[in-house]
């Protein structure tokens, strides 16, 4: 597609329930990123991957959250035992290749509710 | 701890003004500095890109400045326009360990009236 694309866009679940939101980067980029972003916060980075391997997963807050990326193209975010304070957007962003400088696009992120 | 500071939090403006948005930023090994708009439930969408060895870069209206011995970045609107409503999130990339890491500013909320 022309853009990053995320699904679902909105995800109510129950506490204690397993989740997974889906990214769908820019075709033919090898770098994607995942961030998380709370309520008047700016995002907050939890994991990177430069194809199919996670080059930095030091933003993941605990072991309740894995994402993959099988193929190097589209990746899918994890979380189990959904806790009120997962409730956030979960945004996806792909680049050409990693490194600096490269330009980062954002998809529009997954609105997750834990009630 | 890297960090991203922007100010002022929230901005209201009326149309045709212009403004001027600050970043200051602790992050350490700097690699290159962002602005990005955020329109309310919207993606993040990339405006601008500074590398160490630029002192400023624009597009369209929009001019950011870097001085990266003060650690300090500005993004200048002019002539602003009701669509310039969104939120301005200053990013600064680590590139510490080879990967690049944005560390985001909590944003400042831009309101333009009529």
């Known amino acids: 597609g022309a853009g990053v694309s995320q699904t679902p866009s909105n995800k109510v679940t129950e506490k204690g329930k397993y989740v997974e939101l889906r990214c769908d980067p820019i075709?033919?980029?090898?770098?994607l990123y995942w961030y998380r972003q709370s309520l008047g916060q700016g995002p907050e980075f939890l994991i990177y991957f430069q194809g199919t391997g996670a080059a930095d997963d030091s933003g993941l807050p605990n072991d309740r959250f894995f994402a993959v990326r099988p193929e190097g193209s589209v990746s899918t975010l994890k979380i189990q035992r959904t806790e009120r304070g997962d409730s956030a957007v979960y945004l996806c962003?792909?680049?050409?290749?990693?490194?600096?400088?490269?330009?980062?696009?954002f998809g529009e992120g997954s609105w997750l509710t834990v009630v | 701890k890297n960090q991203v500071e922007q100010s002022p939090q929230s901005l209201i403006i009326l149309e045709g003004k212009n403004c001027t948005l600050q970043?200051?930023?602790?992050?350490?090994?700097?690699?290159?500095l962002r602005w990005y708009k955020q329109d309310t439930g919207r993606g993040p969408v990339s405006l601008t890109i500074?590398?160490?060895?630029?002192n400023t870069k624009s597009n369209g209206r929009y001019t950011a400045t870097l001085d990266a011995d003060t650690k300090q970045s500005s993004l200048h609107i002019t002539a602003s326009q009701l669509s310039d409503s969104a939120s301005y999130i200053c990013?600064?990339?680590?590139?510490?360990?080879?990967?690049?890491?944005?560390?985001f500013g909590k944003g400042t909320k831009l309101t333009v009236n009529p």
């Open positions: 500074m590398t160490f060895s630029e």
């Open positions: 990013v600064v990339s680590d590139s510490k360990g080879g990967s690049e890491k944005l560390v």
């Open positions: 970043c200051n930023y602790t992050v350490s090994p700097f690699s290159n």
């Open positions: 962003a792909s680049s050409l290749v990693g490194g600096a400088g490269n330009t980062i696009y």
């Open positions: 075709s033919g980029h090898t770098a």
